[in-house]
């Protein structure tokens, strides 16, 4: 039988492929980060200082060993995901871009010089803005796209000058060492990948991006793309310049501000994706608090509290990619069965979408920290080295930690909290709309891929002590598999006595209503309703605004007729930091374009001297 080349079967051999090729690169990072051997080969070669050449260490293959398993997820689901757009050469598309995406996520991670790590940098940045734009008809989509746009050209520029300047320190493109380097190149650095992480306040792309992006793309961006720069981050600091101090007060602070701020702007949200969206933000914040214990306790030479941070980190990391992606996959697969994103208009799902109800359910327990999944070590393992931290011998430092230690509570218990309305207001109770009512479970890839990250997320976090056993850290995490067997023994224990000395009589009835003789959806709990309290409490965060709209049938007042209630929250990072600085951008652009009544010569000339400025300015930063 002939099948056109935009036919569906390319499409599914397509994905098999890249299924299969991310089993056999998970099988050799495996490998490599359990004997801890490093490879090294050259690619090719354009001129002699500017080649393609790949390392592949230890940190390079961990990193690897997560897009590896998030990649072979999303390919799975993608066979039917991508099945629901319209136009062959639309969804042929769509999967050359992820696979190009994934690929060069890969090649960032493995780029052993400073020209090849930027080339695949710059891919990476340009797939996946083409890949937000995908539905680029849609207003929203077309302002997401000019953020993200904007952002990641932004972070190239601040690598950019950070790689320019190690350049001159070592005069290799090599990632290697440097023996003296500026503190700009940090600063430049730690801007570069903090944009691309989306940390705050940097972080206004993502929340515009992800509701924007097929879903299947938020999963590669959210669990993979930015811990991407997280790697690079980590690779930087870590094996090419000296860590300080400062850098990790630095790195610290970020993180609990990026932690805090996220969970409680994810608290607001009404869109599944949006809500999703912010706990990112959320997680890269607890990662980067595990990363700056690693520098401080160092300076300070505690160097068993500094193993506890970056292997909390770098775990947080695995664990984020896993129930991140799981959490966006099975969003999709909410939008896709309700044609919403909104999950005031959702409800009732766990009858009509069971399986996906449980994923989602799963990725929600690992997210909020709860034994024992995945979430629950990485983040315990980061709370053992803030309980641990009175060994510093700064007083200052110790009450910092304390301060940290306040807010990364607190952070976990909203994140539980917005949990408990993202899942009981989308799959509990009665459907809110039509949409709702009629939805139907996804079909068998779209639940295979979010099978696999949900079983990694119980096994993670069940036998995390038998896998740190074999890495040589066992004594980093409690043996949660004792835990586990001892809470199913319990709850089979009373499923069985309910079973069999519970009474068989039943008694079906409504609930008691308040005198009105049916139940309707409007009666329910909603999203605003389970937020307005938080929502009250962090005011001075949000600047809430409430009003109140009320209809009477008398002119007293005194029999209320009907009403309604709105809450206006400001967005407060991009009024007072995005909107100044593209208001006074644009108010150079207008001034700048007076010159173009000029001749050539004096364009030349403006070019010129541009670009002297920018040479001095380099000459003095290095």
Known sequence: MFISKGGRLVRRISLSVAAI??????????????????????????????????????????????????????????????EHYSGDTKKNSLVSLMILFMLSMILVVASKTLFSFLFFWEIMALSSFILVMFEYEKKETRKAGIFYFIMTQLSTVFLLLAFIMIYNATGSFDIAKVSDASPFVFLFLFAGFGIKAGIIPFHKWLPYAHPASPSNISALMSGIMIKVAIYGLMRFVLFVLTPELSWGLLIFGAGVISAIFGVIYALKEHDIKRLLAYHSIENIGIILIGFGLYIIFSAYGLTQLALLGIIGALFHTMNHALFKSLLFLTAGSVVNATETKNIEEMGGLIKSMPYTALFFFIG???????????????????????????????????????????????????????????????????????????????????????????????????????????????????????????????????????????????????????????????????????????????????????????????????????????????????????????????????????????????????????????????????
Request: with cysteine; net charge positive.
């Open 364 to 622: 929600a327990i690992s997210i909020s920290a709860l034994p024992p999944f995945n979430g629950f070590v990485s983040e315990f393992m980061i709370f053992q080295a803030f309980l641990m931290s009175w060994s510093l011998a700064s007083p200052m430092l110790e009450v910092l930690m304390i301060v940290g230690l306040t807010i990364f509570a607190l952070t976990s218990a909203l994140a539980a909290a917005c949990f408990v309305k993202a899942f009981g207001i989308t799959f509990l109770a009665a459907p809110r709309s039509e949409h709702a009512k009629h939805a139907k479970e996804s079909s068998f890839s779209m639940l295979l891929g979010p099978a696999i990250l949900a079983i990694l997320c119980v096994v993670s976090g069940v036998f995390s002590y038998q896998i740190f056993s074999l890495l040589g850290y066992a004594s980093l995490v409690p043996n949660l598999m004792i835990i586990s067997i001892f809470l199913v023994a319990v709850y089979a224990f009373a499923f069985v006595s309910l079973r069999a000395f519970a009474s068989n009589n039943t008694r079906i009835g409504e609930t008691w209503g308040c005198g009105i003789l049916s139940q309707n959806p409007r009666m329910e709990y909603t999203a605003s309703g389970f937020s307005e309290p938080i929502v009250t409490v962090f005011k001075s965060v949000y600047k809430t605004k409430k009003t109140n709209h009320r209809t009477f049938f008398d002119k007293y007042q005194s029999i209320f007729r009907e009403g309604a209630g709105e809450i206006q929250l400001f967005k407060f990072f991009e009024e007072y930091l995005y909107m100044p600085v593209a208001r006074a951008t644009d108010y150079i652009s207008r001034r700048v374009s007076c010159f173009q009544r000029k001749d050539l010569d004096f364009y030349i000339a403006c070019s010129f001297v541009t670009v002297l400025v920018l040479l001095l300015i380099m000459g003095w930063l290095a």
């Open 21 to 82: 090729s991310c089993i056999l690169l998970l099988a050799f990072s495996s490998i490599v980060v359990y004997q801890n051997q490093a490879l090294s080969f050259s690619l090719y070669q354009m001129l002699p200082a500017l080649q393609f050449s790949f390392f592949i260490d230890r940190l390079a293959a961990f990193f690897i060993l997560i897009i590896s398993i998030i990649s072979l997820s999303v390919s799975i689901y993608s066979i039917g995901y991508i």
